[in-house]
């Protein structure tokens, strides 16, 4: 497995100056693996000692009444970066969401693969997070499954553009519009947890569309064997959480 010392966006967004201290470098298996991140720093305890982590095996539903969510995207994913964790997309201005009354805006798109929450059970082999930010600095994540069937056009404008490597990027020209990831009907499941990668910072809006997005066998290969790894958090205990839909 390749192993490199590179934090993701979120994780930034999250820990603020203590990212820029020195951190242990994370995996997805052996010493390095999710069982282990809770004890690899003092700033990553969350990841052990968190009531609120994510992912979760999506069920024992509470039936609500949701607002819809106001999502404006536009052309803003810029490049493609391999994260040595992740696949990203990393966003320019003009793509925001609008939740719980605030406006956060998006700092970037990344890959699981296999795909990290399961719904009832079921899990998918590739998961997409759309990761925003307030001006307060607290986050929401809206998460898209992917089941295999037709290609997905927006992952096949990304996928020419794979970095070769750990650390390395691409740019995508004009920019992407990221509402290609998101399904028509953008009725979604909503739940508090955390980032799911380290610190694991809980206070996390998750908002999960229902309904799962279609990519092709071959890219989601592509997405798989760019990146060397699985890189899916095993799902966490809801605990007395309640997952709303």
Known sequence: MRRRAFVCLACQAVAGAAIAQPHPEFGY???QGPGNWGAMSEHWRT?????????????????ATLPPLRINYGPSG???????????????PGSTLEVDGLTFRLLQFHFHAPGEHHLEGRAFPLEAHLVHQNEAGE???IGVFFEVGAPND?????????????GQQRPLGSGLTPAGLLPADRDYIRYAGSLTTPPCSEGVRW????????????????????????????????RARPVLR
């Open 29 to 31: 298996s052996g010493a």
């Open 47 to 63: 990841c052990s000692a968190g009531v609120n982590q994510s992912p979760i095996d999506l069920g024992r539903f509470i039936e």
């Open 78 to 92: 810029r490049e493609v970066t391999h994260t040595g964790h992740a696949i990203q997309v990393n966003s320019g």
């Open 139 to 141: 986050l929401a994540v």
């Open 154 to 166: 927006l992952l096949g404008l990304v996928i020419p553009s794979l970095p070769a490597g750990p």
């Open 207 to 238: 908002l999960v569309m229902k309904r799962p997005m279609t990519a092709s066998s071959a890219q989601i290969a592509a997405l798989s064997d760019a990146l060397g790894f699985a890189n899916n958090r095993p799902t966490q205990p809801i």
